[in-house]
């Protein structure tokens, strides 16, 4: 009779599997900052919901490239730990830096979830001690305008260690149907302009009308525009793109830090 040895996707699920298995029972911190504004009527349930869906999708791109321990792991925009304290239960072994422009954000990850603590800059123009295996960035990209959306992926890239990975949150095509259905992201005559440019061009853009002149507001970007800017970068692969991703409203990109050009493995001449 001819048997399958297990191979190293079988490997890769357990080792995955085992790793929720612990996470799922592990005693989470639930301390939550009077200033956290994430934190609202909602309840703890809501907010734990979403920082379990940020493991959920980062098992989802263990699974797609291999990731499996992560040394040194990055959490920007950290916020008050809102994921942070999932990430630290799944990764027990692991390295933290909280990083965020709140610097009483970052302070209070610091004191609150014992990890390294960094304070953010606008500019994406700064350099981290060393690089990371893993970088969650939610949240951010889905307020910047076009430059510095383009800014912040060249910036992300930067900071991964080889190989590692980033997952970077988007707000795609779902968010027309947020602000139509459930839940207003800007005034009706501003999301409008963001609209027609999303249609037009996969990425739309208007600042917030409470932080004119700030660069900070609401982006939309379509998967078609977003995997065109990262695929024009050769040192990386694009490990996966899954839409509502994190907590059925985020779209997530999944990038690895390997050059598109790397050889095949086990070999040391490229394919005939």
């Not at 920082?51 to 499996?68: E, F, K, N, P, Q």
């Not at 799944?90 to 304070?119: I, M, Q, R």
């Not at 912040?152 to 988007?170: M, P, Q, S, Y």
């Not at 990262?230 to 830090?257: F, P, T």
Request: proline fraction near 4%.
């Amino acid at each position: 009779m001819y048997t399958i040895t297990p191979g190293p996707m079988r490997r890769r699920f357990e080792s995955i599997h085992a790793r929720l298995a612990a996470y799922e029972t592990a005693a989470l911190n639930t301390a939550i900052s009077e200033q956290d504004d994430m934190f609202d009527a909602s309840g703890l349930d809501q907010y734990s919901r979403i920082g379990r869906s940020a493991v959920y999708a980062i098992s989802h791109a263990m699974m797609l490239t291999g990731l499996d321990r992560c040394p040194r792991v990055l959490d920007l925009p950290c916020g008050f730990g809102r994921v942070l304290r999932h990430l630290i239960a799944f990764f027990p072994e692991s390295h933290f830096v909280a990083c965020d422009l709140n610097t009483e954000a970052v302070d209070y990850c610091k004191k609150t979830f014992n990890v390294e603590g960094v304070y953010g800059r606008e500019r994406f123009d700064y350099e981290f001690d060393s690089q990371f295996d893993l970088i969650w960035c939610g949240s951010l990209l889905t307020h910047l305008p076009e430059d510095k959306f383009r800014q912040a992926i060249t910036f992300l890239i930067r900071n991964l260690a080889k190989e590692g990975v980033a997952l970077v949150t988007l707000h795609g095509r779902f968010s027309l149907t947020v602000h139509e259905t459930y839940s207003k992201l800007l005034p009706d005559d501003l999301f409008l302009h963001v609209k027609r440019e999303f249609l037009t061009s996969g990425f739309g853009y208007r600042e917030y009308e409470a932080a004119k002149g700030t660069e900070y507001g609401l982006s939309l970007t379509s998967p078609s525009y977003v995997l065109s800017v990262v695929e024009k970068i050769e040192e990386v692969q694009i490990a996966g793109y899954s839409e509502r991703e994190w907590a059925g409203n985020h779209d997530v990109l999944m990038i690895r830090k390997k050059p598109i050009s790397a050889l095949f493995p086990g070999t040391t001449t490229t394919p005939s």
